[in-house]
């Protein structure tokens, strides 16, 4: 395991780079694609994964960041994957990661 935060960071904004291209086309085309839902809950895992990593390395410094929440979603996708919920991970994908974007931004320019 690295102890190096700006791996977890570039980790986290590629996921959120590829859910925002995967997820462009709308809430429709998501909700009516089960390949394209299974593959953006992975990336939000993924993401998640490296936030956890990530807090107790820089949350001191970046109080702004949902680390509570992002980490408690995290559990929620390994530990209650059968109770996923698709229009929840619409809406954590429509507003939740795009809010989460610009911070993990600043952390790529200050790290």
């Keep these: 395991m690295t102890r190096d935060p700006r ?10 780079a590829l859910i925002e291209r995967w997820t462009s086309s709308g809430r429709e085309s998501f909700l009516r ?36 929440d992002v980490v408690a979603f ?13 229009d929840r991970i619409w809406l954590i994908v429509s507003q939740h990661v795009p809010a989460l974007k610009p911070q993990i931004e600043r952390m790529l320019n200050e790290l």
């Design 33 to 68: 694609d089960e390949l394209l839902q299974s593959a953006v809950i992975r990336k939000l895992h993924e993401l998640a994964e490296s936030i956890q990593r990530l807090e107790p390395l820089v949350s001191a410094r970046y109080p702004d960041v949902p680390w509570r």
């Design 7 to 16: 791996v977890y960071v570039e980790h986290v904004a590629a996921a959120i």
């Design 74 to 86: 995290r559990h929620v996708i390994v530990h209650d994957y059968l109770g996923l919920n698709v």
